[in-house]
């Protein structure tokens, strides 16, 4: 079973990981927060998650992965609190940064398996939702969204230790719109699982065309393949390509050849953006002529593989995301061993901003992880 550390004690957590330690330095707003800082809120979240009835009774290896997520919450609030001109601390977008940071120490520091790991970066992610839930503008879109990237339930589980591990005039407030939070996912069938799309056409025409029901199910059947690539440079993302897709029915868009035979280096920033514009016109032709290919890239974050992504959709496309994974020891030996070596430098920026693939995103998502 994983655990992020045999030893819970809070000085052993202080000694071992400064992003722990950096805890105690940051301060919360009182009005919301009159326990103190990060340190002291963090601990006293940890131990009412434990004391939760509805935690004790979760396998031993969920416990784990709600205590790591606890234990993480707060994490970037050291990169994104402010003190404002009125006196107030505000910490927003921390955690959105949360989950990136999340995701890199249980990458880089602690070995965790991939869907234990992204499970952590989720709950992280996502931990606020049911506070604000019902104020967003579509709320069931919301919920219906996020469910298909964390479970629900253990995100009330742990929203409810958030409030319990504070000190502020509107807990009360706060724990009541968790209740509301966790009826509405029942109500809505998100409780715990992910929306019961019909089909993965029925899940992708309600994300992104936004003027449907989530129970519509559309009647035609998507026009060409699409495969889109996606990982880190030294994942194995041409050897998957090379073993899968080289048959003669399959087209592959590969921006590295390109590159190679433009003769523009990987850090051209002006030279890539001409690299992607062609293999972009490739693309066009194969979706004109519905003949399936391979866009095989690094297609690392959100941003990259949603542009292109629509681009497909507009021809009415059935997209596959297969995302691409080896340990982090393992990817630079495989980085150094290729024709085109990414240097160290870009190569943990690029891991910095990693952001994996999900089913909001496309029909499918394949995850190829050693």
Known sequence: MWTITDNKSWAHLEERYDWVRDMQHVPQDPVHHAEGNVAIHTQLVLEALQEQGAYQVLSAQDQE???????????????????????????????????????QILYREIATPFHIREQIAKLVRFHSLPLWLLERRD????????????????LALLARADMLGRIAADKEDMLYRIDCFEEYCKEHQCWGTAWPFENADARMHYLHRGDSAPGYVPYHSPAVKVVIMSGLPGAGKDTYVMQHFKQPDWEIVSLDDIRVKMKISPTDKSGNGTVVQVAKEQARVCLRNKRSFVWNATNTTHQMREQLIALCLQYD??????????????????????????????????????????????????????
């Open 317 to 370: 496309a059935h997209v596959t995301v297969i995302y691409v994974e080896v340990p982090h020891k393992e990817l630079f030996r495989q980085n150094g061993g290729r024709e085109a070596i990414v240097p160290a430098p870009v190569m943990h920026k690029l891991i910095g901003k990693l952001e994996i693939p999900d089913l909001t995103e496309a029909h499918e998502v394949v995850y190829h992880v050693r």
């Open 65 to 103: 992965i709600l205590w790591a997520a606890a234990l993480l919450h707060d994490v970037e609030k050291r990169s994104t609190t402010i003190i404002e001109s009125d006196g107030h601390i505000t910490s927003a977008g921390h955690a959105r940064r949360g989950e990136g940071t999340a995701r």
């Open 139 to 154: 709320p069931l879109h919301t919920i219906i969204q996020a469910s298909l990237q964390v479970n629900t339930a253990h």
